[in-house]
């Protein structure tokens, strides 16, 4: 069993920010990337909205330049999974991945990010960064002058999709229900916009394109009716999930499953902190995860630093 005294699980803005801290003060951390390095950013067509950068850049470049500055001061990176965990009894910590690899860790740092559920519709996975997106802040620029179909029907679809209208020339709001989930003073914003309007009782039932996204086939899930609808941008809205399966019933989460922390970043369990969206269900931004994967990275220092004086003093009785 390998030991460690930092094991970062997951590789996005807040993985690799805390990868930083952590290093620069010496505890050379191991971060296990993840089925994909980077998170959702990795996705990301282009990245304008991150300070310090005021040319665009594309999420991998971004991803390239944290992991290279984490790695610059003694951070490992493993493009590996985790598939286990034990903290039922305390630090160190048992950590199990894909590639067989055994960990005992003396502290953690959960990153692991979140998810936007997905339609499972034919052509989405095809034409993700081709036109379907799951984030206006970062793809909205992108569709000026641009047709586009926002789907969903609660307070993420709407706010993301007036935040569209600075943009798009008009924004179809697809909702499979007749009222919206979203709350009052959204839903009243929305339906004063000129640029916004609504189909209703109306789901998804395919993307399509040529090489781009040009339009959605729907149905009413009333009268079964089908239609194809022109549009040049796919924006989705059907919530997201954390990344926290692995920890259920090991780390305090709320109901949606996202991961309790203190101010300091740290889980119910001494020496386990968590950063990023596995934690954060209402920014889901890099500059907010980048922030909370300082904090992170600074707690757990601090933690193993009291751990190993109080150690010393025990030492000296």
């Known amino acids: ?49 991150y300070p310090g950068f005021p040319e665009p850049l594309t999420g991998p470049e971004l991803v390239e330049k944290m992991q290279a500055q984490a790695e610059k001061f003694g951070a490992r990176v493993d493009y590996d999974y985790v598939t286990e965990v034990d903290f039922t009894h305390g630090s160190p910590f048992t950590i199990k991945t894909q590639n067989g690899k055994e960990y005992a860790a003396q502290s953690v740092i959960i990153s692991t990010g979140a998810s936007a559920r997905r339609l499972g519709v034919p052509g989405e996975e095809e034409y993700i960064g081709r036109g379907v997106s799951y984030c206006a802040t970062c793809d909205g620029f992108f569709f000026r002058g641009k047709k586009l179909v926002v789907v969903g029907g609660g307070d993420s679809a709407l706010e993301e999709g007036h935040f569209l209208t600075k943009f798009a020339t008009d924004v179809q709001v697809i909702h499979r229900r007749d009222t919206l989930r979203a709350g009052p003073i959204l839903t009243a914003r929305a339906m004063r916009s000129p640029k916004m309007a609504f189909t209703w009782n109306t789901v998804v039932d395919e993307i399509v394109g040529e090489g781009v996204v040009k339009g959605v ?87 193993l630093e009291t751990v190993e004086d109080e150690l010393a003093a025990e030492a000296q009785k």
């Open 217 to 303: 086939k729907v149905r009413n899930v009333e009268t079964g009716e089908t239609d194809t609808l022109n549009t040049d941008g796919v924006f989705i809205y059907v919530g997201h999930y954390p990344n926290s399966a692995i920890f259920k019933g090991q780390i305090d989460m709320d109901d949606q499953g996202y991961l309790i922390t203190d101010d300091y970043m740290q889980t119910n369990v001494p020496g386990v902190f968590a950063a990023g969206e596995v934690q954060d269900p209402v920014w889901r931004q890099i500059a907010t995860s980048v922030g909370q994967g300082t904090q992170a990275g600074m707690a757990c220092i601090r933690w």
């Open 1 to 49: 069993m390998q030991k460690e005294k930092v094991i970062i699980i997951g590789s996005g803005p807040a993985g690799l920010t805390a990868a930083l801290y952590t290093a620069r003060a010496n505890l050379e951390p191991l971060v296990i990337t993840g089925d994909q390095l980077g998170g959702q950013i990795s996705i990301t067509s282009e990245v304008e909205n």
